[in-house]
């Protein structure tokens, strides 16, 4: 049979910040790179992403945060994925954080964090080495 | 029975949504699940619904999910949107809509997208509507965007159809006659308030009036709605029309299983035949001795297409009589 599988990518927004041009520019990227990828637009908690993640059997996360809440909220996905059994899910990060924020975060199990610097082509690059179907 | 299909039975939504990912990416092994959970299949009341790209329903479903929840019914939703064709990659947006109900435990909402021309779609989706089903929502709402045969189908594989359009869309309406008019159950004129809904209206009833075979006695004939799904205005009146095309259903065939139709059967059992061909000749077809050979020939002039396409056929059909 040919392999018909697809890598299947949560592009979330957690948090109150409402700006998601960020978060569509790479879902874009995603879906041109051939992924599937499924958005779930603005205003999102913690276990509301990580519910739609599991229902969606998503291979990874990548979270969105422009507003500096990132330091409660992606540790508390990982909390949530971690409890439902779901830590295989790979979770990165995009947007504006400080450097001791970044270390912070992996350390929380967050496998990636994307700034301002990254390009579209490391970060499609970085999930066809790191993201492998469940 | 396997602990996959007992999960599924049991309403485990990890080995749901893994099983429905299976089906997507047609995995042979998901054969053997779907035969055993076949028998708690038939429960749910499945509802399609479909229309052009921005018509609104995915906001539509939310709200239906609403009125659903609201009579204690649980409800699973399958939303189906496009593969880019040419990536193959594809976004998936149908739950920004409805993301209000992802903590709700008696709601499952999956993406699905629509794959390459080979990926079954019809199938895909109606083996993923028997997983929902088994897991036992009771009422199953599946989404596509209104366009081409394979969603067509999908819909026609629904209890009821809903729809859905916008007012001011001329053109949509010309494409309705076409023939996703004879698949529509229900017609729901969405965004009342734009202008021009009286005129969409208009048309929308003039049309199903002119279909004479809708006369005879004991014929549905498809009601006409105005809902804004926006502000919920119109979805009870759209909720009570599927309560009474189902007891229509009901009156017409003794009950709403579909298994128990032979019309059904025979389409659902062709489409099924029909996939596994697909699947284990079409996508096989660089395997298939010969064949690059065939297409070298072509190219070269040595050979016509019709007596290339008998050589690689005939020898797997051949008992067939393929002439």
């Known amino acids: ?134 | 029975m396997s602990s996959i299909a007992e999960k599924v039975i049991a309403g485990d939504v990890r080995a749901v949504a893994r099983l429905i990912r299976d089906i997507d990416d047609g995995l042979p092994e998901v054969r053997d699940v779907l035969k055993e959970i076949y028998p708690y299949t038939g429960r749910a009341y499945v509802i399609g619904i479909t229309g052009s790209p921005g018509v609104g329903k995915s906001t539509l479903i939310d709200q239906m999910i609403n009125h659903l929840r609201r009579r204690n019914k649980t409800v699973g939703v399958l939303a189906v949107d496009p593969t880019s064709p040419f990536s193959g990659g594809a976004i998936l947006g149908d739950r920004v809509r409805m993301q209000r109900h992802s903590m709700d435990e008696g709601v499952f909402i999956r993406s699905m997208a629509t794959r390459g021309q080979f990926g079954g779609l019809t199938q895909s989706t109606r083996s993923a509507t028997d997983v929902l089903d088994a897991m036992g929502k009771d009422y199953i709402l599946v989404e596509t965007v209104g366009v081409g045969q394979d969603e067509v189908d999908i819909v026609k594989s629904a209890h009821t159809t809903v729809i859905l359009v916008v007012p001011g869309m001329g053109d949509d309406v010309q494409a309705l006659k076409a023939g996703i008019l004879e698949v529509g159950d229900i017609f729901v004129i969405n965004k009342a308030d734009r202008e021009g809904s009286d005129r969409t209206l208009n048309d929308l009833r003039l049309m199903i009036d002119m279909d004479q075979k809708l006369d005879a006695e004991g014929m549905w004939k498809p009601p006409v709605l105005k809902v804004q799904a926006v502000f919920d205005k119109g979805v009870e009146e759209l909720m009570e029309e599927i309560d009474r095309h189902g007891k229509s259903l009901v009156k017409t065939y003794g009950g709403l299983h579909f298994r128990g139709r032979k019309d059904k059967v025979r389409e659902e059992l062709t489409d099924m035949v029909k996939n596994r061909l697909i699947e284990d000749v079409i996508n096989r077809l660089n395997e298939i001795n010969g064949f690059d050979a065939a297409v070298n020939s072509i190219v070269e002039g040595k050979m016509d297409p019709y007596t290339a396409c008998d050589s690689i056929l005939l020898p797997m059909l051949g008992h067939f009589g393929t002439t």
Not at chain 1, 17 to 33: F, V
Not at chain 1, 36 to 54: D, F, K, M, N, W
Not at chain 1, 94 to 123: H, N, Q, R, W, Y
């Open chain 1, 1 to 134: 049979m040919v392999d018909k599988r697809k890598v299947r990518i949560m592009v979330a927004k957690p948090g109150l910040d409402g700006h998601d041009r960020g978060a569509r520019i790479i879902a874009r990227a995603y879906r041109d790179a051939g992924f599937e990828v499924v958005y779930t637009g603005l205003h999102q908690t913690p276990e509301e992403i990580v519910e739609s993640a599991i229902q969606e059997d998503v291979d990874m996360i990548g979270l969105s945060s422009l507003a500096g809440a990132h330091k409660y909220l992606f540790p508390r996905v990982l909390e949530l994925l971690r409890e439902k059994g779901a830590e295989d899910i790979v979770v990165c990060g995009g947007g504006i954080f400080p450097d001791e924020d970044i270390e912070m975060l992996k350390k929380a199990g967050v496998k990636e964090l994307f700034t301002p610097g990254s390009s579209l082509e490391e970060i499609v690059r970085w999930v066809k080495i790191n993201v492998k179907l469940r």
